[in-house]
């Protein structure tokens, strides 16, 4: 399921976040992938231990928590925290798959479930940088304004095209989900936004509660905790 989420961070927020950037420390985004990655990724990252990375992180986790429809999405159990990367004159990202496992900062492991990359600036301030996404129904571009989120199967085959003009701020980040199969995480969500319709609309309460239940039972028969 690739789902277009927006108003994840709104415009002083923004403005904080571009000021942070502004000032931080880059280095080569080929430092944080292996050998294959590194012959196709061109870009400028946060080192592992900026501490603005740290503080802008914990900033993002914290508006997801706002989010609704993003728990709906992703259904998470845990969250890499958000990395931050910087594509300008030419930088590009060729087609990859994103690891299964990755190692959190307290030596765990984490299984990755949903990819998410936050969008830091609006699409006009650059040219190119679409995020390109490639599932069973072809290519589908995503560039969105600055504050939205998209969310997209780890699994899929993606890129992100050369910047040509101006520069491609967002954050990213790694999910591991209640639950790992996308097609049941796709189920869930739909039928949550049903019953979120319903509701709204004064639907029998007898006939929420029972369609409730199936949903609480399909999640309680798919999780992993």
């Known amino acids: 399921m690739l789902l ?16 942070a950037l502004a000032r931080a420390d880059w280095t080569d985004g080929r430092e944080t992938v292996g050998a294959q990655g590194a012959q196709v990724k061109r870009n400028l990252q946060l080192p592992e231990d900026s501490a603005v990375r740290r503080e802008l992180g914990a900033h993002v986790l ?7 429809l993003y728990h709906a999405a992703a259904l998470p159990a845990r969250t890499l925290p958000p990395r931050f990367n910087r594509y300008e004159g030419g930088g590009h990202y060729g087609f990859h798959v994103d690891g299964a496992v990755m190692a959190t900062a307290d030596g765990r492991q984490l299984r990755s479930d949903v990819s998410c990359t936050l969008f830091l600036a609006d699409p006009d301030e650059y040219d190119g940088g679409a995020l390109i996404v ?9 560039k969105l304004p600055a504050g939205d989120l998209v969310v ?10 050369p910047v040509t003009r101006g520069a491609r701020l967002a954050a990213f980040f790694w999910v591991q989900s209640l639950v790992r199969d996308d097609a049941r995480r796709q189920m869930l969500f739909e039928l949550d936004a049903a019953i979120q319709a319903l509701t709204a609309s004064g639907a029998d309460r007898d006939a929420l509660l029972r369609l409730t239940g199936v949903y609480h039972n399909l999640l309680r028969q798919w999780a992993e905790t």
Do not use: C, N, Q
Not at 62 to 68: H, K, W
Not at 134 to 142: A, K, L, P, Q, S
Not at 152 to 159: A, F, G, K, M, Q
């Open 4 to 19: 277009h989420i927006p108003g994840i961070l709104g415009r002083e927020e923004l403005d904080r976040f571009r000021h």
């Open 62 to 68: 914290a508006a997801l928590a706002r989010s609704p």
């Open 152 to 161: 997209y199967p780890s699994s899929s085959l993606h890129r992100v095209e």
């Open 134 to 142: 490639h599932d069973t129904y072809g290519e589908h571009e995503v």
